[in-house]
């Protein structure tokens, strides 16, 4: 005997926006032999799911709320050396193409960094659509993505005493989306 | 326009003012080159001494970035890297961090020296710091090497070539200045 399951291959539908709140986004870099962590806030995005399936997803952070743990590098981070805040005041995402395949996703589209904009592809997990205590209906979408920072014009280094550079070039980016119906 | 010029070198015969004032005959119409002197009456840094009002030869310092639409710093080298009391102006403007004077403030750095490299090295330790206090720093750099020998009885810089590095160098600066400016307005 035989079982047919029907693997979802599409987001649920509707206009979704998301929970800033409980969202996160954040970056991890290797940096001297570990790992470095920082976030992003305050989160803006939007998903739009037509009923046939096609969507939308578009979001954006300032650069200004950068979050690391310290104050002089969150300063640094917003220079023209880094992120360039006064030129490139946002970091923004706009998806071109989001495939679904039972609880994997794949989001595909343009990033825009330091007045770069660059094509990137994001993989993760998304979740069931739930009712919440609010009296709303939210589900998780998680996503991450490996891009080259200098390729975004984040060039910024410093030489270990082996000769080798401290900062990696590529940096993981994180997307932890609570997406709530509009 | 105003470009502000700093000297990291404060003797009477400074071979890098004299590069400033040869820089003041190639500027682009429109631009004005204000030679600053304050250096030797900035204090030692002290953060104890950082809060307001500021020192006089710190507010002078600060007031004088502000106020310029660009910065053309011109460094010795002293045991490879820059003069300490460059560095010490540069730590003074770079506070309080994340609104200081320097931040995002355009920015061109040359040098002269008497040895044959033009203080390369100090030229980029400069740049370093200009970096990480937040300025922009622009793409341009002009080495004078045996400045001793560079400079005719009137501080002219004798050079043809070196002259016009010096004038693409402040074009450079300018142009970033002007791309800052017109954002702005």
């Known amino acids: 005997m035989s079982t047919a399951v029907e693997t979802t291959q599409t987001l649920p539908a509707g206009q979704w926006s998301v929970d800033s709140v409980h ?11 570990g790992t470095f962590r920082g976030t992003f806030s305050p989160i803006e995005a939007t998903l739009g799911v037509a009923q046939d399936g096609s969507a939308t997803l578009v979001g954006r952070v300032p650069v200004e709320g950068v979050r690391v743990q310290d104050e002089n590098l969150a300063a640094h981070l917003q220079t023209p050396e880094f992120f360039d ?5 946002e970091i923004s995402f706009t998806s071109s193409r ?21 094509p990137v592809r994001a993989t993760g997990t998304v979740g069931d659509p739930a009712p919440d205590p609010y009296g709303g209906e939210r589900f998780a979408l998680n996503v991450r993505a490996t891009i080259d920072r200098t390729r975004f014009g984040l060039n910024w280094n ?6 080798e550079s401290a900062l990696a070039n590529d940096v993981e980016l994180t997307a932890e989306l609570y997406l709530v119906r509009a | ?10 003797r009477r015969g ?4 004299m590069l400033l004032r040869a820089a003041a005959e190639l500027l682009p119409p429109g631009v004005e080159l204000e030679l600053w002197d304050g250096l030797k009456a900035v204090p030692p840094y ?6 307001e009002p500021s020192p006089a030869g710190v507010a002078d310092l600060r007031d004088a970035i502000a106020d310029a639409d660009g910065l053309l710093i011109a460094t010795p080298e002293y045991n490879h890297s820059l003069p300490g009391q460059l560095k010490n102006a540069l730590d003074w403007a770079s506070r309080p961090v994340g609104a200081s ?3 995002n403030k355009p920015a061109v750095v040359v040098g002269a020296s008497t040895g044959a490299f033009g203080a390369v090295w100090s030229q980029a330790e400069v740049r370093k710091v200009l970096a990480a206090a937040g300025a922009r720093v622009v793409d341009a750099e002009l080495a004078v090497g045996h400045a001793d020998q560079r400079f005719d009885p009137d501080g002219r810089l004798t050079d043809a070539g070196m002259r016009e590095e010096l004038r693409e160098a402040i074009a450079v600066l300018v142009q970033e200045a002007q791309t800052r400016l017109s954002a702005a307005a």
């Open chain 2, 14 to 17: 400074s071979h890098n003012r």
């Open chain 2, 101 to 103: 004077v320097l931040r």
């Open chain 1, 158 to 163: 410093n030489p270990l005493p082996s000769g």
């Open chain 1, 23 to 33: 969202s996160h986004v954040g970056f991890a870099v290797e940096y001297m032999g």
């Open chain 2, 46 to 51: 002290d953060e104890d001494d950082d809060i």
């Open chain 2, 1 to 10: 326009m105003r470009v502000l010029g700093i000297s990291g070198s404060l």
């Open chain 1, 85 to 89: 805040a006064e030129r490139a005041p």
């Open chain 1, 98 to 118: 989001i495939q679904r395949s039972g609880q994997e996703v794949t989001i595909e589209g343009e990033l825009a960094i330091k007045g770069n904009t660059l």
